[in-house]
Every structure is written in C-alpha cells, then in structure tokens.
C-alpha cells in the first residue's frame, strides 16, 4: 500500500522568507505522480504543484518550486519569499499511473508572520 | 462562473438520523470524488464516480452512500451505520477521472457535527 507521511504538523515564518515542507512516500511502483496542495483558511482546496516521477527536472510555479529525490522518496516543497497569503494547510499527495484516486498526507499548518 | 458547490455549509445529525450532503458542478466533468478530512490525518477517499449511474467504494466508504443520477450531481448520505460522523466533507471533480493526469477541483467543503 501507498503511504504518504508529512513529518512536520506545523510550522511559522516571517513574512518574505523562504520555507520548506517536508513530505515522504511509501511505495514499490515506478510510475507514478506528486502534488502539493494548498487548503486556506477557506477550505477550498487548490492545487499548488504537481511532479511526474519519470521527470528528472523539478516542478516549478513562480514561488513555488519542489525538490524531488526519487531514491530517497522524499518531495519537498520550497515557498520562496512567503506572502501572507500562503497561510494555510498544505497537503502532499500521491497517486500511481491508472489509478482513480489520491493518496494524501496528513498536512503541514504553515503560518506566515507580518 | 464554473465550480463547484457544496450545501449546506453546516449540518447537524442527530442519533439514528441519515442526512444528505450536496455536491454540484457545472464544470461538465466525468469523474466526481467524495473525501473525508479529519484533523491529523488529511483526506481520506469516501466514494467516487467516473460515469453517470456508476460508483467505486473508496477507503472509507462504510455507513455511506452516495447516487450518480446526473452527471453534475453526486449527493452522499451519511446513513445511521456511521458511527462517527463528525468531519468535513469535502467533494471534488476531475474531467474524465484520469487522477494522474488531472486536476481535482475541490468545492468549498461540508461540516457535519453531531448533536
């Protein structure tokens, strides 16, 4: 079975720092997909990056970037120059090539300071 | 404006009581997704559907039931079998189900306490 793990309940930074969230996967397939996703104090979940396994390059989107280390399993996600706005719970997910559903961790709460 | 939406935002039960959560969208997709999110332990998958008139069972699908009547409508009860039914609901949808190769699209989420 698939396990996704996020080691870190919470966390706090100040404003237009840099922040990384950990997250860690548990699996024996070899294609397979990683998303992060955001859940503001809103609820309304969004997605925030997604990284395709077979690609070695890591994902990017404008802050946001991720550090993929397949042979450690581990998938981070870097928030560069954090905004107030990224306060929120963030949610590391999985899922394998076919499969009709999402695997996710536990979530991080990241709050950011002014 | 497409999305998706999800009433009501409050729901109390009481003992022995089944209620109904909504889930509609105008995005024109397939695939429609029911999870469960607990403090601590992320979302879990309760049902999904990738066709009009068919379901799968998820993770956590006992004391639930859902109906796929209409390809914009995926409504879940939460039956009396459910013994803990204190969460937040939350519903998405994905374009053809291809999880992979999509993104879900979250509506703005259900809580449901019991009295």
């Known amino acids: 079975a698939q396990t996704v793990t996020q080691s870190q309940p919470e966390m706090s930074v100040q404003e237009a720092e840099t922040v990384t969230l950990s997250c860690t996967y548990d699996?024996?397939?070899?294609?397979?997909?990683l998303f992060w996703y955001k859940q503001p104090p809103s609820r309304q979940m969004i997605l925030v990056i997604r990284?395709?396994?077979?690609?070695?390059q890591n994902a990017t989107e404008n802050r946001f970037s991720v550090n993929f280390q397949k042979a450690a399993k581990s998938f981070s996600l870097k928030i560069s120059d954090s905004q107030l706005g990224d306060t929120a719970m963030y949610f590391c997910a999985f899922t394998v090539q076919g499969a009709q559903k999402l695997v996710f961790g536990q979530g991080t709460r990241l709050t950011i300071n002014p | 404006d497409g999305g998706i939406t999800q009433s009501p935002k409050y729901l109390f039960r009481k003992e022995g009581q089944n209620v109904t959560l909504s889930c509609e969208q105008n995005?024109?997709?397939?695939?429609m997704y029911w999870y469960r999110q607990d403090p601590g332990q992320g979302l879990r998958l309760i049902y999904y559907?990738?066709?009009?008139?068919?379901?799968q069972k998820g993770d956590i699908a006992e004391g639930y039931s859902v109906s796929r009547e209409k390809k914009e409508s995926f409504p879940l009860t939460v039956t009396s079998a459910q013994k803990n039914p204190t969460a937040f609901y939350l519903c998405?949808?994905?374009?053809?189900?291809?999880?992979?190769?999509?993104?879900?699209?979250f509506g703005p989420g259900t809580r449901l306490l019991v009295l």
């Open positions: 995005l024109n997709h397939d695939a």
């Open positions: 699996t024996s397939e070899n294609n397979y997909y």
């Open positions: 998405a949808s994905s374009i053809h189900g291809t999880v992979s190769q999509e993104t879900q699209y």
């Open positions: 990284q395709e396994a077979y690609k070695q």
């Open positions: 559907s990738q066709i009009v008139n068919d379901f």
